[in-house]
């Protein structure tokens, strides 16, 4: 397994992690994707942290299942939403072993250099049911950046993402763009993706 930069933080610093992150508003990217999906459906949220847009979207009717390496954020998850929570590393899990109407990965590939990111996308997606959707946020920007706490982000301009989603197969339902709900003035890009029905 290739570390990925920044996880330590996220097993070190989980309880400022949480208080920092939990109470930002999630509604202006999570209502494009809650918009086209049927009620009552399944949605996993992979690096879901400690379970703020588990909680929105479980408010608003769907069932949720979260995905976190982190022990402290999955515990606080737990706690938070009171659903079930895979307390697992997402470069190693076999997400053929599940099945959802809905992916949700706000976030949560920040730290994944851009090579690796199209053949994780991959294997996330056998874990949506065909005509599924996915709903995809990460940082605007070229390279890498890196913050206070030494994470190391990378970042994507958004015709790179566009040829990773046509190489995937996937299609574009909408996409977004929305400045940082921390006040850093950072720009975040968001997709919301179908699966085909047939690869």
Not at 60 to 74: M, N
Request: hydrophobic content about 40%; aromatic content about 10%.
């Amino acid at each position: 397994m290739v570390e990925i930069q920044g996880v330590n933080y996220y097993s070190t610093h989980a309880e400022q992690y949480h208080q920092t992150t939990f109470s930002v508003d999630p509604t202006s990217f999570l209502t494009p994707l809650a918009a086209r999906v049927t009620p009552h459906a399944e949605v996993l949220d992979i690096g879901c942290g400690s379970g703020r847009d588990l909680n929105w979207l479980k408010q608003k009717g769907f069932r949720v299942i979260g995905l976190e390496r982190s022990p402290g954020l999955a515990r606080r998850a737990r706690e938070m939403v009171g659903c079930r929570i895979l307390e697992e590393d997402f470069e190693l899990f076999d997400f053929s072993s599940i099945s959802v109407d809905v992916i949700v990965i706000v976030g949560g590939l920040v730290h994944v250099p851009q090579p690796k990111v199209p053949d994780l996308l991959h294997r996330f997606l056998a874990a949506l049911r065909p005509n599924g959707l996915l709903l995809l946020t990460t940082k605007e920007g070229t390279g890498s950046s890196s913050d206070s706490t030494g994470r190391e982000f990378f970042l994507w301009q958004d015709a790179e993402l566009r040829a990773v989603f046509d190489r995937l197969g996937l299609e574009l339902l909408d996409c977004f763009r929305n400045l940082s709900r921390l006040g850093t003035q950072e720009v975040w890009l968001g997709y919301v993706l179908r699966k085909p029905e047939r690869p």
